[in-house]
């Protein structure tokens, strides 16, 4: 697995063993999702829930984010996030937290512009994440989810509206907007 385009182009990036503790988007994945929000991540805030290695945050670091907060319940999971920023050199960018994705998104006070959630699939979290995280979306932002290609999930959820499916095998990637930032 390596960090696909950016400043940090081909940097590899690593993941703890097993399925059962981290399941990491493909690498097909992780291209067709950044090939569809390409133009939209630069000076983005972004929020990475469930951040297992930190892939999905730190590719949008490289694409030019202004930052990124990692949020993963699992302290080895953090611990490497915390080595695969060291490897890209984004530490500075970056704020990584030790809370459940939906604990912080139920008291959370500010809002990002790029939110991914990647909950592991067996938990069924991603139905309750939804909501929560369209809340905690800034006007204009995206909030982007994948999911086994077999759920069904909303066509819109606090004022977020599903602007694009893309199925990819097993997975499917879904890109919510939230409205336009006020002019």
Not at 69 to 84: G, P
Not at 141 to 167: M, S
Request: with cysteine; net charge positive.
């Amino acid at each position: 697995m390596r960090v696909i385009t950016g400043t940090a182009r081909g940097v590899p990036l690593q993941t703890l063993p097993g399925e059962d503790v981290i399941r990491p988007t493909s690498q097909r994945v992780k291209e067709a999702l950044f090939s569809a929000i390409q133009f939209e991540v630069a000076g983005r805030r972004v929020l990475d829930a469930f951040a297992g290695c930190g892939q999905l945050g730190i590719e949008a670091l490289s694409r030019g984010a202004q930052s990124c907060l990692f949020l993963d319940q699992d302290a080895k999971a953090l611990q490497m996030v915390q080595k695969n920023l060291e490897r890209t050199k984004f530490t500075h960018l970056a704020q990584l937290l030790p809370v459940e994705a939906l604990q912080f998104l139920r008291r959370a006070g500010e809002n990002f512009d790029l939110i991914f959630l990647d909950p592991p699939y067996k938990q069924q979290l991603l139905q309750a994440a939804i909501p929560l995280a369209a809340q905690r979306l800034a006007p204009g932002g995206l909030l982007v989810c994948e999911a086994p290609a077999k759920d069904t999930l909303p066509d819109q959820c606090e004022g977020a509206l599903l602007r694009k499916t893309y199925h990819h095998g097993k997975t499917k990637l879904c890109v919510y907007a939230k409205g336009l930032p006020a002019e």
